[in-house]
Nanobody
Framework: QVQLVESGGGLVQPGGSLRLSCAASGFPFSAYAMSWVRQAPGKGLEWVSDIHNGVGTTDYADSVKGRFTISRDNAKNTVYLQMNNLKPEDTAVYYC????????????????????WGQGTQVTVSS
């Protein structure tokens, strides 16, 4: 069965860095575009970043552009999110999610618009 397992979250001071990982299994990972989304306490789901299959085109929300980098290793069936210069407003549960096969619609911000998502990993940015 399809599984997405996030890891790498934690507590970090403002200005610090974290690298999130999402290990995928149960499907042909290289064929699918993947996303990172997040949900802050008391707020709705926020799209963070996409990485397409194939050439791996990337896209970022304005709130993280220039600070976060999404990447994928198809040999390891893993998608990453490198987060630098973290801010308190980045505090959230971060989820990786699988987009529907062959989709042309990206930047999705509802769980119902994704095929699958993981259990999430907590990122807390605080001094």
């Amino acid at each position: 069965q399809v599984q997405l397992v996030e890891s790498g979250g934690g507590l970090v001071q403002p200005g610090g860095s974290l690298r999130l990982s999402c290990a995928a299994s149960g499907f042909p990972f290289s064929a699918y575009a993947m996303s990172w989304v997040r949900q802050a306490p008391g707020k709705g789901l926020e799209w963070v970043s996409d990485i397409h299959n194939g050439v791996g085109t990337t896209d970022y929300a304005d709130s993280v552009k220039g600070r976060f980098t999404i990447s994928r290793d198809n040999a390891k069936n893993t998608v990453y999110l490198q987060m630098n210069n973290l801010k308190p407003e980045d505090t959230a549960v971060y989820y990786c999610a699988r987009l529907p096969l062959g989709t042309a619609v990206f930047r999705r911000s509802a769980f119902s618009e994704y095929d699958y998502w993981g259990q999430g990993t907590q990122v807390t940015v605080s001094s």
